[in-house]
């Protein structure tokens, strides 16, 4: 018998933690899909009642007793509509990463996650078993085969619900945004269709979550593997779908199909995403930051008021005797351009205190880094005072290339709670740069057209200690998130002696960036969950 079966996405920010919060927005959202959109289901992400990824919460008694009592309300509330939720599945002293399908008092099924990622940012075996079974339930006659997220990225499970007689497939996922990721899991999705001839419904988590963002960018393939809905990225929202069944063979309806981000406007939708979630869920009032008139700050001061509003960031210009007065203007035109507040505390006061204080101890040393790194930390003690005395959280400014190669001041201009642009590379700075003036213009074009340079001594310019940034970002790509060795990247055309400093920067730098605040994963290798290099290693690049 020919029938139809309507699908609601629940593309949701879901709070890491939050058991009682996360069963009141599926039991609110059920009824929405049910009341509004007429749906006969409602796809909710993966482990939707703990958020994702929950971590060691998961060893913690109480979340074991929050998910059963929410399993419970999910139980009694959820009516009228099927409900497919994940949830930590705890079986004496074994946890399954499972979700459920639940209506009207009934559990249709319940299915365990058989694919357990352990690469990159993921460590689910720390944590689960993997389960065994197919997942396979009928709802209005219709055969529907749950998978979550890894499932889709193996042959075996999607081959297993084909044979088991599945005539669709639903996958629940908590996949991370990276750059061009989208186009990875969905070419994946079109492998499974080939190999087991049914249409496909994924959906994707939405929210940030410390360093992850996940990004949403659910879709619909069908049997053929064409994408016939795509849902907004970094947006909120209940998406129906409907599936047509003629002759036992399901075909998803064309629905809306969102274009393609281009790369800028993807990853900064990334960052302020990320950034506002990690205010938000901490419950901080605004943030600070020091704004200095070169690119970084600029760009990441853009990212906060995008993300939380020009209201809630305070901006602090803290000039030394290096200080440019270019520096001084474009910092107070931008500030001025996007209003917010801007205080000016000049740090030589501060500097010269601390350099005669220290004056018997430094006796007969010539002046170097240290006295470079004594004016960030000045500025490092001014910002983590108006952090304390006002409750904002200070953002960092610093970009990968300079936190690859430790071009960067432990407690001076690292000192602070969130990182935005920690995983963006100098040239990416510059590109998103240019993205979001083309939106409207916040940055000023002097600071994007300068050299860059620290000011912490006379004419200073980053190339002073760095190759430029064109080639130090092409080496570093390929060490990082491609593991060559020196003579590979080498091969590739890269001054050895060049490729081989800029690597022994990176290994002795590992101390720092370990001691770096978090911030936003939006490259295929960022530091933190991504990169566990040992701080004390012998080993010597070849």
């Not at 059920?30 to 919460?57: C, I, N």
Request: a negative charge.
């Amino acid at each position: 018998m020919d029938t139809s079966l309507r699908i609601a996405l629940a593309q949701l920010n879901i709070p890491v933690g939050d058991v009682d919060g996360n069963t009141e927005r599926v039991i609110k959202a059920a009824k929405d899909a049910r009341d509004r959109l007429s749906a006969d289901l409602v796809m909710f992400p993966e482990l939707t009642l703990t958020g994702y990824p929950p971590e060691d919460l998961l060893f913690h008694a109480g979340v074991r007793r929050q998910v059963s009592d929410g399993l419970a309300r999910l139980t009694a509330e959820v009516t009228g509509i099927a409900a497919l939720t994940g949830y930590p599945e705890y079986e004496d002293h074994t946890i399954y990463n499972a979700c459920c399908v639940l209506r009207d008092g009934e559990v249709l099924l319940n299915y365990r996650k058989r694919e357990l990622p352990n690469y990159k940012v993921f460590d689910e075996k720390r944590y689960f078993k993997p389960g065994v079974a197919t997942g396979l339930f009928d709802l209005k006659g219709i055969r529907v085969a749950t998978l979550i997220c890894e499932d889709i990225w193996q042959p075996a499970p999607a081959l297993a619900a084909k044979a088991a007689g599945a005539q669709l497939i639903v996958v629940i996922n908590g996949s991370p945004y990276s750059l061009n990721y989208q186009q990875r899991r969905e070419a994946v999705v079109r492998e499974r269709i080939i190999e087991v001839g049914l249409p496909v419904v994924y959906l994707n988590l939405l929210g940030g979550q410390d360093e992850l963002v996940f990004d949403g960018n659910s879709f619909v393939m069908n049997a053929r593997g064409e994408v016939t809905q795509r849902m907004p990225p970094f947006q909120e929202g209940l998406f129906p779908v409907d599936i047509d069944v003629r002759d036992g063979v399901a075909e998803p309806r064309p629905g809306h199909i969102e274009s393609p981000s281009a790369e800028e406007a993807s990853v900064y939708s990334a960052l302020v995403l990320g950034v506002r979630d990690y205010v938000e869920k901490h419950g901080f009032p605004g943030v600070v930051l020091g704004l200095s008139g070169g690119i970084d700050s600029a760009l990441t001061l853009a990212i906060a008021v995008d993300a939380i509003g020009a209201e809630r960031v305070h901006t602090v210009m803290m000039p030394s005797q290096y200080t440019s007065q270019l520096s001084l203007d474009e910092a107070a035109a931008q500030a001025q351009q996007l209003g917010v507040r801007y205080d000016v505390i000049p740090i030589t006061g501060m500097f010269d205190a601390v350099k005669a204080a220290l004056k018997d101890v430094f006796a007969g040393e010539k002046p170097d880094t240290t006295e470079e790194n004594i004016q960030a930390r000045c500025r490092g003690i001014l910002l983590m005072a108006i952090s304390n005395k006002q409750g904002k959280m200070v953002l960092t400014t610093g970009n990968k290339s300079e936190m690859s190669v430790g071009y960067a001041t432990l407690y001076g201009d690292m000192a602070g709670g969130f990182a935005p642009i920690k995983d963006c590379s100098k040239l990416m700075v510059y590109r998103l740069a240019r993205y979001r003036n083309s939106r409207s213009m916040v940055i000023p074009q002097r600071v994007i057209d300068r050299p860059p340079s620290a000011e912490l001594r006379p004419d200073q310019k980053d190339t002073d200690s760095l190759p430029p940034y064109e080639i130090l970002d092409a080496i570093l790509e390929l060490f990082i998130e491609s593991d060559l060795s020196v003579d590979e990247i080498a091969a590739r055309g890269y001054d050895r002696a060049v490729v081989g400093r800029i690597l022994q920067m990176v290994k002795r730098n590992e101390y720092k960036r370990r001691q770096a605040p978090p911030g936003i994963r939006v490259s295929n290798r960022a530091f933190g969950r991504d990169w566990r290099y040992p701080i004390t290693s012998g080993y010597k690049s070849q």
